[in-house]
C-alpha cells in the first residue's frame, strides 16, 4: 500500500491518488486555493449575441458597464 502524502500548504497527510492526479494540497487546501483564484476573475456578457468574456482586470470591468459614467 502506498504511504500516504503530505499537503504543500499545511503538511497533512491526504490520500496517494490525489498525488498521482497531479495534487499537492488536501482537500481542504485546495478548495481554499481554487475559491481564492476564482475570486480574480469574472465573467461578464460584453455585448448583444457576442456571448460571455473573461475579464481578469477589475479596472476593466467597471468600464465595460454602458449604464456607469465614463
Known sequence: ???????????????????????????DCGDFQAT???AAWTIAPIAHKQGATLVINRSDLKGLNKYMGE
Open 36 to 38: 481564492t483564484a476564482r
Open 1 to 27: 500500500m502506498p504511504t500516504k502524502s503530505q499537503c504543500a500548504a499545511c503538511g497533512q497527510p491526504f490520500d496517494p491518488r490525489r498525488k498521482q492526479l497531479g495534487y499537492s494540497f488536501c482537500l
